[in-house]
């Protein structure tokens, strides 16, 4: 895991703001059950907000825990980066992803340190191969530090994502 960790740093590295040079931003292809489009590869804050309503809203509702919020800000150095793995036809994701924008944004944490990749339902992202990552469930949340993973938050928060990012900082 650590080579790929490693290597998804290295990709991040030819990230530039919201602008992917290694591959295409938010590529919208249909849903092979529904027939709705859905993002596919590298995925940006902005794809997620034109792909529908459902970001902008959910983001708006969510009300992070502000205890949690004070020990991240006073530790933001301890997220390094984040890799998310998401699929814009989950609803877990479609609940999650925003609330994780709040957090962040609340935080003041880089944008250029958190990565998207969106999958289909089969786990797949085009020419953006996951399989080293291990991902079963959707949103998968990675944090690293140092090139290596130090946790993650897989479908569903334990406690909150916020709580759950804390308990991970701790575990550092």
């Avoid at 902008?56 to 825990?65: F, G, I, K, S």
Wanted: glycine share 6%.
């Amino acid at each position: 895991m650590k080579n790929q960790i490693f290597i998804l740093l290295v990709f991040l590295n030819f990230c530039t703001g919201n602008f992917l040079i290694a591959q295409e931003s938010d590529k919208i292809v249909k849903d092979t059950k529904t027939g709705n489009d859905i993002l596919l590869g590298a995925v940006t804050r902005e794809g997620l907000t034109n792909i529908g309503t459902w970001f902008t809203e959910e983001y708006d509702l969510y009300v992070p825990d502000s205890a949690s919020i004070n020990y991240l800000i006073q530790n933001r150095e301890k997220l390094p980066y984040v890799f998310v793995v998401l699929g814009t036809w989950c609803g877990d994701s479609k609940e999650h992803v925003p609330h994780f924008y709040k957090i962040m944004d609340r935080i003041d944490y880089p944008a250029s340190k958190v990565f998207m990749v969106g999958v289909d339902r089969d786990k797949k992202a085009g020419e953006f191969c996951l399989a080293d990552f291990d991902i079963t469930l959707v949103p998968t949340f990675i944090i690293t530090s140092k090139g290596e993973e130090i946790g993650r938050i897989i479908e569903t928060p334990v406690e909150s994502l916020e709580k759950d990012l804390v308990n991970i900082i701790k575990q550092q």
